[in-house]
């Protein structure tokens, strides 16, 4: 995993979110067509509809261009009950199936195409303690990251899983402390036929 991720245009960013809910969301497009591409994604899908208003976020928080970012991250809770921070840095390709009760805690560093699922919360307890996570992750339901781990690129993350060591590239980890288990994602496979979705 990179230690610095690649900068993105916002709406580059926006387009790859949207293609990972099967909307296209062309950025060379002019304005007014990028916006009736992106209303159409947001009415169909809630998670695109969330992390679309994450990204509007994290461009004014950038840029300092707007003093109402706190009451749009106030909103974005309230209106996707979660609470995603807009100082977190999130690559490109974000998909949340289920937007609801997600926590994401300000600089965590997440790679693109993460997939996340309701009721995970990632957060550190320090500067120095906030995790880090590659590229292609997915994380399911309840899952809980709450150190400074990293975790390595298409690495998976079990459901109510507690995450509290690092988790290689391609490994599965699942369980709670002390019988966690990481295992190759290829040797899971193989010794469950498939691994379910």
């Avoid at 990204?55 to 995603?84: E, H």
């Avoid at 949340?96 to 309701?118: C, E, K, M, Q, S």
């Avoid at 550190?124 to 690129?153: C, E, F, H, M």
Wanted: proline content about 7%; charged content about 15%; hydrophobic content about 40%.
């Amino acid at each position: 995993m990179a230690d610095a991720s690649p900068s993105f245009s916002f709406w580059d960013t926006v387009s790859q979110d949207a293609a990972r809910v099967g909307f296209t969301v062309d950025p060379r497009v002019p304005l007014l067509s990028r916006l009736l591409q992106t209303h159409k994604a947001m009415r169909h899908k809630p998670g695109f509809a969330c992390v679309f208003w994450l990204r509007v976020n994290q461009l004014f928080v950038r840029n300092k261009s707007w003093p109402g970012q706190y009451r749009l991250r106030m909103w974005r809770m309230y209106r996707f009950a979660n609470d995603i921070s807009p100082y977190a840095d999130i690559g490109p390709g974000l998909f949340l199936p289920h937007p609801v009760d997600i926590t994401i805690g300000g600089g965590v560093r997440i790679g693109g195409g993460a997939t996340i699922y309701n009721g995970v919360t990632i957060v550190g307890i320090s500067i120095q303690g906030l995790p880090w996570l590659g590229d292609n992750v997915t994380i399911y339901t309840g899952a809980k990251v709450i150190k400074g781990v990293r975790i390595g690129d298409n690495a998976v993350i079990g459901a109510l899983t507690l995450c509290s060591k690092d988790v290689p590239a391609d490994h599965v980890m699942y369980g709670i402390p002390p019988n966690v288990t990481i295992k190759p994602y290829d040797k899971l496979q193989a010794e469950n036929g498939s691994v379910a979705e």
